[in-house]
């Protein structure tokens, strides 16, 4: 399998821009979790969905963040419009029941 | 409330040395499991070992070992014969129930570790 996979792996980007991460899940892997990396604040869960429902999403810092699940197989986070604090590596992560698997990263810059 | 505490934000220790990087937790589930990872500076996650909160043996995992003191809620990670290549970001983490039964997984603020030869 080619593992949980990020796209972009970097995005520079102007404050008050929309910018959309991606990840697609492991096939099969019926959990998917969205984490932020950040100096200060570490790893915090923002989201995950269960089977493609979204189960929890109170780590969202504000309604500027979204996500979706479409499918089995894809996932979005969405940032309208992005602010310089959003700067951060943004991780997806999918299991079944086991430990999670990791995409690369998505290292996003606002300017 | 579920949550994760690494009360050591970095530590050093010599080549070949032992290491312990500590781990607490807390949660009121009776079912739940521990993880650690490891993040090298190039950014990936790796997973190390896993212990599940029914599990009566430490967990092993070649030169890591997970020290499970489950009445005093610590998840203790054990790095054998430490090796430059050891030295990375630690993060200890837990899976708990959430909302609709359905598990999330939590990190700890995580342990820098660097090795000196």
């Known amino acids: 399998d080619a593992g949980v996979i990020q796209s972009p792996r970097h995005e520079v980007t102007e404050m008050g821009q929309e910018v959309t991460l991606r990840c697609k899940p492991i096939s099969g892997h019926d959990y998917l979790f969205w984490y932020r990396q950040t100096m200060m604040r570490g790893l915090e869960l923002l989201i995950y969905?269960?089977?493609?429902?979204?189960?929890?999403d109170s780590g969202m810092p504000e309604d500027r963040f979204s996500a979706k699940m479409p499918n089995a197989s894809f996932s979005t986070l969405k940032i309208q419009p992005s602010e310089p604090r959003d700067s951060a590596v943004y991780f997806c992560?999918?299991?079944?029941?086991?430990?999670?698997?990791f995409g690369e990263g998505s290292r996003l810059t606002v300017l | 409330a579920q949550k994760i505490t690494q009360t050591q934000p970095g530590m050093f220790v010599q080549e070949k040395e032992a290491v312990t990087l500590d781990c607490t937790y807390d949660?009121?589930?009776?079912?739940?499991?521990l993880f650690w990872y490891k993040q090298p500076s190039s950014g990936e996650m790796i997973f190390l070992i896993y212990?599940?909160?029914?599990?009566?043996q430490n967990a092993t995992e070649g030169r890591y070992s997970l020290n499970f003191q489950k009445a005093r809620k610590s998840a203790n990670l054990v790095i054998s014969a430490s090796q430059l290549g050891d030295s990375a970001m630690y993060f200890c983490?837990?899976?708990?129930?959430?909302?609709?039964?359905?598990?999330?997984?939590?990190f700890g603020s995580g342990t820098r570790l660097s090795i000196r030869p």
């Open positions: 212990q599940g909160s029914y599990d009566e």
């Open positions: 983490a837990m899976r708990v129930s959430g909302y609709s039964s359905a598990s999330k997984i939590i």
């Open positions: 969905f269960n089977n493609n429902v979204p189960i929890d």
């Open positions: 949660t009121s589930d009776q079912s739940y499991g």
């Open positions: 992560a999918s299991t079944l029941r086991g430990e999670l698997f």
